[in-house]
Every structure is written in structure tokens, then in C-alpha cells.
């Protein structure tokens, strides 16, 4: 780790520790050609290899519990081994060469024996793997797919494991199957004035779990168990939500029960999962809406929800001839989803070389930095205390998910409903498609965004790539960009660089990034219902 990265997660590094809680337990592994575990008052020139009684650590990949038997790896966050700590951190030095294999089978071995150490009924803690690199493996196993088996292979206990590819040097797309396979995720964190807020704020997001195992479990005869996404979760973290969605069966009762099943600090418990279903008002009137169907927002949550976890099955892979890469097509069409199977394009104003009807597009999710789908439910605080469990359990009616209405438990925002004053016609601008030719393909991972965006804002006519046809992907998609605005916002939104903002109609908020790159634009893209581009905006 040379240049700026190394004092950057100094300093992040730093921030983190005096954050860590004073319950939990932590360990630091330093890994180039080997892995280094810290221990008190260590250097990293004096800290343990694993290799005092066996000389061979390059071969010594199986290490038993017993030979730790002097637990000095894995410690309480008192103030004292923070400060510890700190210190270590600071004197480190860059040193050669990335041995992913012996970190993570370390880490894998420490995380057991802090889980068997401190194993204290309920209150047991759970372990959590944060692997940070800038490179690829060059030592040990080397090849990323048989990394991954080996890993997944020896984590039995399914600890999970969250990725960090730090700069452009780091194998991305490996780090998030290593994720995916041990039931975590990755990220980027971009090489920038900010690297090392990016990485505090990071940790602050999977620091806190408050439910472990969590199991989602419903009626047979009541849902159509085939249509139901994923109902098994590792952890929940403080500040997030679980959401579950699927189909009633035909005549099923819209006030249903499920079943909640987790662990918390009060151990194993199991909670009713209440859910009353109701009509949500369609506005204008539906003399007024057009012919062909009305999809409702829980139908789009559900498509929104398989397409996202089709992708990770298929990411895993990357079997082109896949059924869920095909699946996953097959749904991004047919509710007008801009994924990495599909495309967004944009012409300029009064261009008559189409007709095509104008079309939706809603993002895929986060991890492909597009905006939120729609506003958030409200967030239940799932806790040990909680006398009623109320859970993110989102089903909609049967029959193909009757365009009549939509249903939840949940109570819907202003946002969730189709308004008005969007039915008024506006001088637009219309992105449309015809026959387009394959363009580039753009992985938006890798794209860095301007994080304040600039204060200073533009006139929309200054954006050069408005003026002509520009791809992106493979599919015919329709959007307009509406000219005739009041800077109203609508629904929160996320920047790929996790700053929060408002989604606004474009020419409310032409920003300097924007100007001449239409990729910059895709990661900061987010809808306003029902036919209009909007952009994430900070200002």
C-alpha cells in the first residue's frame, strides 16, 4: 500500500478504533507475504506470524484452537489495548507482495476463536471479517475463482466477510463474489481527499447488528411460496431494514400471518409477523390514466427485488447462458429496469427520427449507483425489547398483481403515488432509442463522482451530450427530461459516494460533473414518476 493510501487508513483506521464499542472485540492481521496477527504492545516487526513452533507458515494452513490456547490474539475494547492498538497502527510500513490465502484463513481462525473464547449464551458475540486490500493475491493461491472455493470452503460458519477494494489496483469484481459466497458485500473505495471518510463510514454502516439468523417463514396456503424473494438473512444492522416481497394466493385473506424467527442479546426468540394488506388510492382517477395496465409500486418492489438477487446468483458465475442471467433480462424489460442487461438513451429536443412511446426507467439498485427505486417504508426498530415484531414483510395480490391496486402494511408516502401535476404535458426533452448499435459497456463500480457535486449550478443547455444521440447499453428505452420545473425535490437518493440527497428534476440541478460526461450523470441518475429523469442532488 504506497503513496497516500497508507496515511489515509492510518487515519481512518484511528477513527475507527475509538468508535469501536466498548462491549465488543477486535483483532488486527497484516498480510503481504505472509499474515501478521497483532498482539499487546507488538511492532509489526515483532508480531506473531503463526510460525514460532512450525517453520513452515507458508504450508501451515491448518491451525487448531488449542494451539491459540493462550488467547492473546483476539481482545476487549478497553481503552487501554485502543490505544494499543492506535500506536500499532500508526508505526506500520508498506512491505511487498498480497497473501490473500494465509489473511483470510487467519481471520477465519481468529473470528472462531473469539466466538469460542467469549462464548457467553446470548450474549455470544458474532463475528464479523472486514477485509481491506489494494491489490490482487500474488502469493499463496492466486487465482481469484480458486480463492473464492478455498475461502468459502473453510468459512463453514458462514462468518461474513465484507470487502473493501481500495483504488483502482484492486480486483473488484473478485472481492464481491468472495462477499456474496460468505454472506457479505464489497465496495470501492475510491483514492480521493476523502478515502479516509469513506472507510469510517463504511464501518459505521456494519458495526452495530441487532439481529443475527433472521428467518422470514409464511402460511403455505396462504402465499405462493415460488414468488417469494429472499426470506433468510445473516444480520441486521441498526439503521437498515430487511424487506421480503412476494404473492397472496387467489382468495387468500389480506390480513395474513407469518412468522419471525432470530437472535438477539436476549437469545433465540420467534415474533408474529402482522400483516394487514390495504388499497392504495390511484390518483388522478383511473377515467384518467392510460389504457394499458397500472403497475403497481409493491409489483415493481417485487421485480425490483428478484432482479437484484438474479444478479448476485449470476455475478457469482458469470455463466452467460445462465436461467438467472435470463430471468433477469426477461424481468428489466418487461418493467422498464436499467441494469447491466439493459440501456438508457438520450436524444436531443424535438427529434423526430422515432415515435417510440415514452417509458419508465427505474434503477436496479445501489450497488450499480442509481438512485433509490421508490421512498423508503418507514423502518420498525427490530430490538431484544420489542413487544410486537413489525417487519418489512411486503406482499402483493395475486392474479399477475391486479392493477387495481397495490398492498402493504406499511403506510405510504406522497411520494409512492402517482400525482397530478405529473399528468400535465411540459415542454420536454425525450430520450429515446431506434436500432441503436451496441455501445460500450460502462462498469459504473468504477466510476468516482464529484462528491459535493459543486454548489455552482448550470443552464441545462450548457450539457454537451444533450445536443446529440448517446447510448447507453443494448435496449430501447424511453425518458424525458421535463424543462418546465419549479426545483421542486421528491424522494431521498444516494450518490455511489454514500453522501444523502434529493432527487430533483434535471434542469433544477446541472452540476459541473455533468456538463460533458453522460456516464457521470448514469451514477447520480434517479427516477421522478412517472416519465421523467431526474439527479440525485446535494445542493
Not at 476523502?194 to 472507510?199: W, Y
Not at 458465475?317 to 430471468?327: D, P, Q, V
Given at each position: 500500500?504506497v503513496?497516500?493510501?497508507?496515511?489515509?487508513?492510518?487515519?481512518a483506521?484511528?477513527?475507527?478504533l475509538?468508535?469501536?464499542?466498548?462491549e465488543?472485540?477486535?483483532t488486527?492481521?497484516?498480510?503481504?507475504?505472509?499474515a501478521?496477527?497483532?498482539?499487546?504492545n507488538?511492532t509489526?516487526?515483532?508480531?506473531?506470524?503463526?510460525?514460532?513452533?512450525n517453520n513452515n507458515?507458508?504450508?501451515?494452513?491448518?491451525?487448531s484452537l488449542e494451539?491459540?490456547g493462550?488467547n492473546?490474539?483476539v481482545?476487549p475494547?478497553t481503552?487501554?489495548n485502543?490505544?494499543?492498538a492506535?500506536?500499532?497502527?500508526?508505526?506500520l510500513t508498506?512491505?511487498?507482495?498480497?497473501?490473500?490465502?494465509d489473511?483470510?484463513?487467519?481471520?477465519h481462525s481468529?473470528a472462531?476463536?473469539?466466538e469460542t473464547?467469549?462464548?457467553?449464551?446470548?450474549?455470544?458475540?458474532?463475528?464479523?471479517?472486514?477485509?481491506?486490500?489494494?491489490?490482487?493475491?500474488?502469493t499463496g493461491?492466486?487465482?481469484?475463482?480458486?480463492l473464492i472455493?478455498?475461502v468459502?470452503?473453510t468459512n463453514?460458519?458462514?462468518?461474513?466477510i465484507?470487502?473493501?477494494?481500495?483504488?483502482?489496483?484492486?480486483?473488484i469484481?473478485?472481492?464481491?463474489k468472495?462477499?456474496l459466497n460468505?454472506?457479505?458485500?464489497?465496495?470501492v473505495?475510491y483514492?480521493?481527499s476523502?478515502?479516509?471518510?469513506?472507510?469510517r463510514?463504511?464501518?459505521?454502516?456494519?458495526s452495530?447488528?441487532?439481529l443475527?439468523?433472521?428467518?422470514?417463514q409464511?402460511?403455505?396456503?396462504?402465499?405462493e411460496n415460488?414468488?417469494?424473494?429472499?426470506?433468510?438473512?445473516?444480520l441486521?444492522?441498526?439503521?437498515t431494514?430487511?424487506?421480503?416481497a412476494?404473492?397472496?394466493?387467489?382468495g387468500?385473506s389480506?390480513?395474513?400471518?407469518?412468522?419471525?424467527n432470530?437472535?438477539?442479546?436476549?437469545g433465540?426468540?420467534e415474533?408474529?409477523?402482522i400483516?394487514?394488506?390495504?388499497?392504495?388510492?390511484?390518483?388522478p382517477?383511473n377515467?384518467?390514466l392510460?389504457?394499458s395496465r397500472?403497475?403497481?409500486h409493491?409489483?415493481?418492489?417485487?421485480?425490483?427485488?428478484?432482479?437484484?438477487?438474479?444478479?448476485?446468483k449470476?455475478?457469482l458465475?458469470?455463466?452467460?447462458?445462465?436461467?438467472?442471467?435470463?430471468?433477469a433480462?426477461e424481468l428489466?424489460?418487461?418493467?422498464s429496469?436499467v441494469t447491466?442487461?439493459?440501456?438508457l438513451?438520450?436524444v436531443?429536443p424535438?427529434d423526430?427520427?422515432?415515435?417510440?412511446?415514452?417509458?419508465?426507467i427505474?434503477?436496479?439498485?445501489?450497488?450499480?449507483?442509481f438512485?433509490?427505486l421508490m421512498?423508503?417504508?418507514?423502518?420498525?426498530?427490530?430490538?431484544p425489547s420489542s413487544s410486537?415484531?413489525?417487519?418489512?414483510?411486503?406482499?402483493?395480490?395475486?392474479?399477475?398483481f391486479?392493477?387495481?391496486a397495490?398492498?402493504?402494511?406499511?403506510?405510504?408516502?406522497?411520494?409512492a403515488?402517482?400525482?397530478?401535476?405529473?399528468?400535465?404535458?411540459?415542454?420536454?426533452?425525450?430520450?429515446?432509442?431506434?436500432?441503436?448499435a451496441?455501445p460500450?459497456?460502462?462498469?459504473?463500480?468504477?466510476i468516482k463522482?464529484?462528491?459535493?457535486?459543486?454548489?455552482?449550478?448550470?443552464?441545462?443547455?450548457?450539457?454537451?451530450?444533450?445536443s446529440?444521440t448517446?447510448?447507453?447499453?443494448?435496449?430501447?428505452?424511453?425518458?424525458?427530461?421535463?424543462?418546465?420545473?419549479?426545483g421542486?425535490?421528491y424522494?431521498?437518493?444516494?450518490?455511489?459516494?454514500?453522501?444523502?440527497?434529493?432527487?430533483k428534476?434535471?434542469?433544477d440541478?446541472?452540476?459541473?460533473?455533468?456538463?460533458?460526461?453522460?456516464?457521470?450523470?448514469?451514477?447520480?441518475f434517479?427516477?421522478?414518476?412517472?416519465?421523467?429523469?431526474g439527479?440525485?442532488?446535494l445542493?
Open positions: 500500500m503513496g497516500q493510501k497508507l496515511p489515509q487508513v492510518k487515519e483506521m484511528s477513527q475507527i475509538s468508535e469501536i464499542h466498548a465488543d472485540f477486535f488486527l492481521i497484516l498480510f503481504s507475504d505472509f501478521q496477527i497483532w498482539t499487546i507488538a509489526q516487526q515483532t508480531s506473531n506470524r503463526w510460525d514460532e513452533n507458515w507458508k504450508s501451515n494452513n491448518n491451525f494451539a491459540l493462550e492473546r490474539f481482545f475494547a481503552e487501554q485502543i490505544q494499543y492506535k500506536k500499532f497502527i500508526q508505526d508498506s512491505e511487498s507482495s498480497t497473501n490473500m490465502e489473511a483470510l484463513s487467519k481471520a481468529i472462531k476463536l473469539g473464547r467469549f462464548k457467553d449464551g446470548a450474549n455470544t458475540p458474532k463475528p464479523i471479517i472486514v477485509f481491506l486490500t489494494d491489490g490482487e493475491p500474488t493461491i492466486t487465482e481469484p475463482q480458486e472455493k478455498y468459502s470452503n463453514e460458519e458462514k462468518y461474513p465484507f470487502s473493501l477494494g481500495f483504488g483502482e489496483g484492486a480486483d469484481d473478485f472481492l464481491k468472495l462477499s460468505n454472506t457479505g458485500f464489497a465496495r473505495i483514492e480521493a476523502d478515502a479516509s471518510l469513506q472507510l463510514n463504511f464501518y459505521k454502516e456494519i452495530s447488528p441487532i443475527s439468523n433472521v428467518t422470514f409464511y402460511i403455505d396456503t396462504q402465499v415460488i414468488t417469494v424473494t429472499k426470506k433468510t438473512f445473516n441486521l444492522f441498526k439503521g431494514e430487511l424487506v421480503v412476494g404473492k397472496l394466493k387467489d387468500a389480506p390480513d395474513f400471518n407469518g412468522t419471525l432470530a437472535d438477539s442479546t436476549e433465540n426468540f415474533r408474529p409477523v400483516v394487514t394488506c390495504f388499497d392504495i388510492p390511484i390518483i382517477p377515467d384518467t392510460p389504457k397500472r403497475i403497481g409493491l409489483e415493481k418492489l417485487w421485480a425490483y427485488l428478484n432482479i437484484q438477487q438474479l444478479m448476485d449470476y455475478e458465475n458469470k455463466n452467460e447462458n445462465s436461467t438467472e442471467k435470463a430471468k433480462l428489466a424489460l418487461e418493467y429496469f447491466p442487461l439493459t440501456s438513451v438520450v436531443k424535438n423526430t427520427t422515432t415515435s417510440a412511446a415514452p417509458e419508465k427505474k434503477p436496479l439498485n445501489d450497488r450499480y449507483n438512485g433509490s421512498a423508503s417504508s418507514p423502518l420498525y426498530q427490530l430490538g410486537v415484531m413489525m417487519a418489512n414483510s411486503i406482499v402483493s395480490r395475486p392474479s399477475g391486479s392493477s387495481k397495490s398492498v402493504s402494511y406499511s403506510a405510504v408516502s406522497e411520494d403515488v402517482l400525482s397530478a401535476s405529473e399528468m400535465v404535458p411540459s415542454q420536454t426533452l425525450v430520450a429515446v432509442t431506434d436500432n441503436i451496441p460500450s459497456v460502462v462498469d459504473f463500480s468504477q463522482t464529484d462528491k459535493s457535486n459543486s454548489t455552482s449550478l448550470h443552464d441545462i443547455n450548457e450539457v454537451i451530450w444533450l446529440d448517446v447510448t447507453f447499453g443494448t435496449n430501447n428505452i424511453t425518458y424525458q427530461v421535463s424543462l418546465n420545473t419549479t421542486q425535490s424522494q431521498n437518493c444516494t450518490t455511489p459516494d454514500q453522501s444523502h440527497g434529493n432527487c428534476h434535471l434542469k440541478c446541472v452540476v459541473d460533473s455533468i456538463l460533458s460526461s453522460f456516464d457521470t450523470y448514469l451514477t447520480l434517479c427516477p421522478i414518476e412517472t416519465l421523467y429523469a439527479i440525485c442532488c445542493v
